[in-house]
């Protein structure tokens, strides 16, 4: 089955910094990379996805990249502010005619100081 | 917007209790969803379903069973709760839908089994 790593699980940064999260998966079939950021209390919600047609994807502030060959996928968060503290969770499937099944990393506990 | 609620947000239960915790959707979504959540661990996928009445064992279904008798609803059940059991469960939803593959989650359910 699928194996997702996902690093570091930890990271601190001071506000205005930029953030990157790497993830790393095993089957070559996945073709759908989703991240998803859990605010304290609340359950993990949808933040950008890609596909694995798609090398780069950007929504304002927040990027994700895909390397297909090396099986790594990374969400980059640039001018990060309080409010991006959260837990980051990757996670890989084969969507999109596949079983819909994604496989999470183990999340990133982000923190960023004022 | 898409809502799925979980019955409680806080249970303490004794060991050897039966649990149950309830996920209600109101999408009309066919996939159903229970995760596990613990500190280093991530998500950890106990059952599925995806359509009424039927379940498939996700990566840690032992002490665990499920019950879907509507599309909208979807429990999880602890026969007999252990101290082990004591985590945070997540219910999501998705729908089987070409490219549409975000899972929507509930706020989850922190259990505490004394």
């Known amino acids: 089955g699928e194996n997702v790593e996902q690093h570091p699980s930890t990271l601190s940064v001071q506000e205005g910094d930029s953030a990157v999260i790497k993830c790393t998966y095993s089957?070559?079939?996945?073709?759908?990379f989703p991240w998803y950021k859990q605010e304290l209390g609340k359950g993990p919600q949808l933040i950008i996805d890609?596909?694995?047609?798609?090398g780069e994807k950007k929504d304002q502030r927040i990027a994700v990249t895909l390397n297909k060959t090396a099986k790594h996928f990374s969400l980059h968060i640039t001018e990060t502010q309080p409010e991006d503290s959260a837990v980051y969770f990757c996670?890989?499937?084969?969507?999109?005619?596949?079983?819909?099944?994604?496989?999470f990393g183990r999340g990133t506990s982000l923190i960023v100081h004022p | 917007d898409v809502k799925v609620t979980q019955s409680s947000r806080y249970l303490v239960k004794r060991t050897g209790e039966k649990v149950f915790l309830e996920c209600v959707q109101d999408m009309d979504h066919e996939n159903m969803f229970w995760y596990r959540q613990d500190p280093g661990l991530g998500l950890r996928l106990i059952y599925f379903s995806y359509d009424v009445k039927m379940k498939e064992k996700g990566d840690i279904p032992e002490g665990y069973s499920v019950s879907r008798e509507k599309k909208e609803r979807f429990s999880l059940i602890l026969e007999s709760a252990s101290t082990n059991q004591t985590s945070m469960y997540l219910c999501?939803?998705?729908?089987?839908?070409?490219?549409?593959?975000?899972?929507?989650f509930g706020p989850g359910t922190r259990l505490l089994v004394l």
């Open positions: 089957d070559s079939a996945s073709n759908y």
């Open positions: 890609i596909r694995s047609n798609v």
């Open positions: 996670a890989a499937s084969t969507g999109a005619g596949g079983s819909y099944i994604p496989t």
């Open positions: 999501a939803s998705t729908t089987l839908r070409q490219y549409q593959e975000t899972q929507y």
